[in-house]
């Protein structure tokens, strides 16, 4: 059996704050004897429970990195009971290129798991952190957004899973993260998510959405400093009290017509912004030809009431994008 | 002398709506006889001025597209005093590939007026607008906003010019635009854009800047639907009143101080959103590095009193790269 | 067990005609949320058997894609007894490229069989009709020519088989097909085709090469037209005789030296054209050297008597690329 | 003024027959002290008049490179009076590529004329030949073929030009070259093509267009090769009689509605192919779309009588794309 | 069970010399039908032991293709007993590409064996040399150099084995070669090399690393040619005494220390060059910011006493590239 | 006329040391507002002349970038009178991409002087040194190396200028450099370069050539550290002695036949190394096929005797690369 290559540089059962990186050795032909560097940062002390805060995973999604470097910049150990492990940019060479995917070996991190320890570089770290790191956490928190291609409502969710005590904690877990939204997901094609890994071994798992079209701003980067704090404080590992808003808004998105997809390529003309309330048969877009004027546009109606969640973020689409999420409200 | 060869597919003079192409002709590895079809739409009736109306200058760039492609679509003959001639896809090379500059060329098309008859597509496109299109037009409206790379709050604008009865006919269409804010613009680099080949035309001019990120939305589609339509009623091309939401803000960047440069490649972590009231010496923005954990980020201070008018869009920045715009409020 | 994510967007057993797409989730960069949508008609009327009818398994290869469209665009359900399922661009990224592999992976969709369900999209394409669509069929017909790299007599084509009873089947169905050749072939490689992976579920199959260069000509395209009718009419799903121009050429590529190989990079000087019958020994081709003038050219002998069947298409060759095929006439 | 750095590594005004290059030096990443090394042969002898011969002014045009590598190898300089100069590539880096136009700088040879001595490789070359090589000659044959996206009917062809003893020498010359058809042109954009540089020095020039799609014939490259023989014999400089198939027919392309453009992307169906007669109204080809199926083609028709003298060769098309050129019959 | 498609031109069993090429089918874009022709010669003679020499595994190292070049020209059958195979370009896509892996699959062709009969191009050619060229060798040479991005002192190299005989062999094989230095190695991760997959079938194998940055000089070259000669002597193959220059330096890299680390992405100042004896702690390079000036440099102190006998090559490093290799000296 | 936009972000004519940028506006996709910003250092102090000193020309040279990052941390502005203006990476997008030439525009800088101030990144940045950083110098130091595919002698060089005493004066400083070799050169093609344009304004010029390769070694780093220091020294700007190794080598390249040129594509096969002296006729290179084995390498004779002072780096070449300089020793 071929054996992960990635080793750490510093230590990850020391006590106090060190910061180093995973390194993986990667020959390539700008350096036969390179090393592709993950930056890493764990603060420990005490006895409590290890925390793994994950940024990156898409390497176009910005409030995880964001929050985990200011995170690794300001919690002091002597804060902590127990370990917190972070890493801001999971597919780091994803990330140093702005792209969703990594652009070694095209591949989409969120879907390659639980890896392999010979596979290209993707595989090897989804790989690592599926045997390595995960095993030693109690609750994971991976950052997500909607990357350069979309945007959503910012939320905190957890999965629909078979083990209602796990569900329930995660659940729990994301009411503390206390984004604007929270949001109830049953997974489709759960196939390959780091996710799915991380839950198969019985881990309080939170994930989000807190924005997207390969930005943040001052808000969003604000509800993702806060929810790590949060969730940190729900674990035990921080002290302190949950910080939030007010109440939020909890999510459905309960069927495959809450997804609204292109039938043309061409140019997107909104008609309804996100969090939009809609209904049933209500024009959300019009599609514009992208080369020639004169030509009706194609109307894309709402499949169902709700609020929009999710939209493609490009102006220019092509068929078969996902052009808008609409989703049922649980309770307001 | 070379002739400018693009030709138009249908007469720029004949009552009625027409629906054609400026045809380019290219030659390429791909189609040796090969054309650029830029989509064009004329709506002519009766006596009254001509104004031209442009979007796609820049191809990231969607508000202008999919008001022209609205307005190509909805106005009927019948409502003209006069011709509107709409070309939403100005640069349309750069237009169908998502892109600021060609993707042939290389060229932004904002600094290569005006252009050469003789030189490569982008230059062709600038000349022939220089030479053919603009002397045909009373007044022109060209859509921008920030593309993929900055985002602005949404405004119209005009120059600062010398003949100040062409800068008061500009600033009163500008106001016609209604939109949420308005702008007094001094360039400092004013050489090859559009604007200053029209202006130097003794035209009138209104240029904008509705949004960016490379997307739109219904709020900021609606606004650049509204404000043609505006500045056609303005030009008494069309009827009716002036649609207004409010008196609008009247901003103005009085100095190379407002313009803040990120100082490091790295992470942008925003302290403040566009709109944002912020004084001098506040933290706007952090800078983290982009390949390690530990290490300070760069604090970026505001330069000055004002409001956040435009911003870097993409999470990550590079040293130079344009961070952020604070504007003066001159009329609240 | 991986699911293949494949889903039609129509029925694919309901009576009358529909057209629409089968739609593959396909996760990128510009499109987090994208698909690859593959056309797709259906025409089904009373009882009768299936046949599945595609082209575009090269992208760049166009009788098929042709004929596909007129056919689905043409044949009324009332003509028809049983289903024809039309698949115009088989590997429709590929198709879209103008290439012969799909620009997704790199992957030549003919020599990928069975796929997998879990693999790149090319893969999945495979891998969905080797266990969805061909199952459903009794009579397969795959269109294929020479692409942008090589270029064919006219033919129609059925493999020797172990089972002589379909060999038999599969023959007849050639025949019908009715182009002005009809070969017969013994594949050296056959793991991984579409051809292997149909008959080994024990179907009638029948493919063709049908042209070249990456074009189509107003006579190859009238050849693909007539020859999917006459296999329709053969199959007893339309009704009709099958029309024939004449009674055709039977071929045969009996071994390894109908296959003539370059041995040297060059500008290739042809001296004989497809259909010229050649005897052993006569040169039929010239390469001369790229980069100089002043040096003899390389003459390439015919290795046996025969008719030359294929040829390598662009004017530069490579050495170790395909030059020529002289195939046996069995009738004449 | 700016020298140009192009120098011959052989002389060109030594009797018996030399072999060498035009060397450019060329400064490049991948060699900084490189050169552009353009193949040339010199065959001199006796007195008489100098021959220019040029093929590979586009590069993915393959009649004239054969019939230059043959000439360069067959003629023994004992059979001249006179000059022959051989350039079979004369864009050398388009050439190897495969394309029409250089890869380095993008530029289309047969537009760049009279080229610059400090320019970009293609406008070096140009202006060498431009200012050195014309010069030198009293006859030019360039040869041309529709490349990898256009064919041709096989013709020799001369310009309409207002020296009239001019335009007769270049006929007779044209008639001499005995290709099966040949061409009376009136080029409407003729700014920089090597043609209207050689023709604009007083001298006699004969150009072709002699099949295309990127590849050669038997039957093609035995027309190029008479084709420059007997032009050769016509000069005076080889001996004996023209070589011919018959009288060959005689073109014209009399205006604008000769060009026939597709106002479609899509797939072509041809319904005429080269040589076909066809008259005004006639169907020639329908555009199928590229992503669906189920909708109606794009019908192109005929716009005059005449017959099918050249079309766009790939199976996929663009909007403005040259589909079919329909030429007169002058003299059959 | 797929079967490797590779064929060799030529027979590997008859006795005198013989050149051609190991075949494997291609199919891409650009040639349909072609192939990768690996250059190959065979002399054999009389009874004796097979030697398999082979260089280009990695595709910028010339040594190894420069020396294997001379033999397969020099040497006579005559002088032979038993056989010699030789395969200067093994990765023969890299090594036109003048690059490390190929540009076919971009993967390291000395990580991936035992390769695949069925994989991308890299992987069927090590399948190949694992199933059928190793088996038939007794000693097998394979040619490393540092490639375009490392440089190493010049040395032949042996692993520690856990068959003390093996290695024996092995040590005896490479002090016969005779480079000035010799190594030996203990590999942390040697699954999929080549080196691996000869050892564990039992036979001699020497490797080298003869110099570096993509590049050789008249040194390195006559120590790869005299290398080999030594080699075929020490086997039997060649008659004749073992040539040296001197009794050679033996190195060895005992531990992890040995490997020095790039901390920063910047501009390498060195300050120990290779073959300089350094002492712990010294500093042996410095890297530079390569954004801006007036910041400290990083400096890099040796971990241990040695000798520099590897060095990254070029003048820009990334963080995790290896700086230097510092070895011990076991024999002066 | 156009103003050049570059602007320093420091004071050029202030006491004391101070490190900025010259900063370019570079409007892009990947940043519409964006910027090159090129590092700049100014050291001033009391009276004295001013000496500019430039590395990155070529963005693939190394000795030049790290001589002036040292001597930019080093110089106390007390031990100077007058001024030191450093700019270690003159064309800095060519050394950031370790490039010859920029990947913005591919323009070489040492061809392109004087520049245009509205030309591409390159040209502009040519423009601004002509027009406003070399008029305030009185002695300007540009460091060349061979960068990635040339390899020197490691010397400095001055030309043979009309303008007798100022060539003294140049002969004086690159003596006072004290390489191991200095070089009288005369340009054959001097248009364009850096060279000229300082040379033209009259002030005393050096250049070097002090290794290449894409690398700098620990040796080659300290010649140019101390060569900048002592043309410091020798121009009054810095005190005391210039330091020397010992007298040096001149010498001359003096005329076209220095050069030797590969006629054949090929693996380079080196006979002699840089350094070795050489005589005529004498074999310098040999150059095998890269395609094939059992064919005779094109051997390349010395056209003269003298020393290797250049040569081809790469492993690879092409035909017309230069393989080879061979320069006169004029003292020894």
Same mark, same amino acid.
């Not at 930005?215 to 002290?239: D, E, F, K, Y």
């Not at 877009?285 to 499949?303: F, K, L, S, Y």
């Given at each position: 059996?071929?054996?992960?290559?990635?080793? *750490?540089?510093?230590?990850?059962?020391?006590?106090?704050?060190?910061?180093?990186?995973?390194?993986? !050795?990667?020959?390539?032909?700008?350096? +036969?004897?390179?090393?592709?560097?993950?930056?890493?940062?764990?603060?420990?002390?005490?006895?409590?429970?290890?925390?793994?805060?994950?940024?990156?995973?898409?390497?176009?999604?910005?409030?995880?990195?964001?929050?985990?470097? $200011?995170?690794?910049?300001?919690?002091?150990?002597?804060?902590?009971?127990?370990?917190?492990?972070?890493? !801001?940019?999971?597919?780091?060479?994803?990330?140093?290129?702005?792209?969703?995917?990594?652009?070694?070996?095209?591949?989409?991190?969120?879907?390659?798991?639980?890896?392999?320890?010979?596979?290209?570089?993707?595989?090897?770290?989804?790989?690592?952190?599926?045997?390595?790191?995960?095993?030693?956490?109690?609750?994971?928190?991976?950052?997500?957004? %909607?990357?350069?291609?979309?945007?959503?409502? *910012?939320?905190?969710?957890?999965?629909?899973?078979?083990?209602?005590?796990? $569900? +329930?904690?995660?659940? +729990?877990?994301?009411?503390?993260? +206390?984004? *604007?939204?929270?949001?109830?997901?049953?997974?489709? #094609?759960?196939?390959?998510?780091?996710?799915?890994?991380?839950?198969? $071994?019985?881990?309080?798992?939170? =994930?989000?959405?807190?924005?997207?079209?390969?930005?943040?701003?001052?808000?969003?980067?604000?509800?993702?400093?806060?929810?790590?704090?949060?969730?940190?404080?729900?674990?035990?590992?921080?002290?302190?009290?949950?910080?939030?808003?007010? !109440?939020?808004?909890?999510?459905?998105?309960?069927?495959?017509?809450?997804?609204?997809?292109? =039938?043309?390529?061409?140019?997107?003309?909104?008609?309804? &912004?996100? %969090?939009?309330?809609? /209904?049933?048969?209500?024009?959300?877009?019009?599609?514009? *030809?992208?080369?020639? =004027?004169?030509?009706?546009?194609?109307?894309?109606?709402?499949?169902?009431?709700?609020?929009?969640?999710?939209? /493609?973020?490009?102006?220019?689409?092509?068929?078969? &994008?996902?052009?808008?999420?609409?989703?049922?409200?649980?309770? #307001?």
């Amino acid at each position: 059996m071929t054996i992960n290559p990635i080793r *750490p540089t510093i230590a990850l059962d020391q006590p106090g704050k060190a910061h180093g990186f995973l390194r993986l !050795p990667h020959s390539r032909n700008d350096s +036969a004897w390179g090393s592709v560097m993950i930056p890493l940062t764990v603060i420990a002390n005490g006895d409590g429970p290890t925390a793994l805060l994950t940024g990156g995973n898409h390497g176009d999604e910005y409030e995880g990195p964001i929050a985990l470097q $200011q995170l690794a910049w300001d919690i002091d150990p002597a804060e902590v009971s127990g370990r917190i492990i972070i890493v !801001p940019y999971l597919n780091y060479p994803a990330f140093r290129a702005g792209a969703r995917v990594s652009p070694i070996d095209q591949i989409n991190m969120n879907r390659c798991f639980p890896g392999r320890a010979d596979g290209s570089p993707t595989r090897k770290i989804a790989n690592y952190f599926n045997d390595v790191m995960v095993p030693m956490a109690d609750i994971v928190l991976d950052y997500h957004s %909607g990357g350069k291609t979309l945007d959503f409502l *910012p939320y905190a969710a957890a999965h629909y899973l078979e083990n209602k005590d796990q $569900q +329930a904690a995660c659940v +729990a877990a994301v009411r503390a993260f +206390a984004a *604007p939204y929270s949001m109830m997901m049953r997974e489709i #094609d759960a196939v390959g998510m780091f996710d799915t890994a991380v839950e198969s $071994q019985g881990k309080v798992f939170v =994930t989000t959405e807190l924005g997207g079209g390969g930005t943040a701003t001052a808000r969003s980067a604000a509800i993702a400093i806060r929810g790590a704090r949060n969730v940190l404080r729900h674990a035990g590992i921080l002290a302190g009290e949950i910080e939030t808003e007010g !109440p939020g808004v909890m999510l459905d998105m309960p069927g495959e017509d809450c997804f609204h997809f292109a =039938t043309r390529d061409g140019l997107i003309h909104p008609l309804a &912004d996100l %969090g939009d309330r809609v /209904h049933a048969g209500q024009p959300i877009a019009r599609i514009w *030809p992208p080369d020639r =004027t004169g030509t009706a546009p194609v109307e894309v109606p709402a499949n169902r009431d709700g609020v929009i969640a999710a939209r /493609h973020f490009p102006g220019l689409v092509q068929c078969g &994008d996902c052009l808008a999420v609409i989703a049922d409200i649980l309770t #307001d």
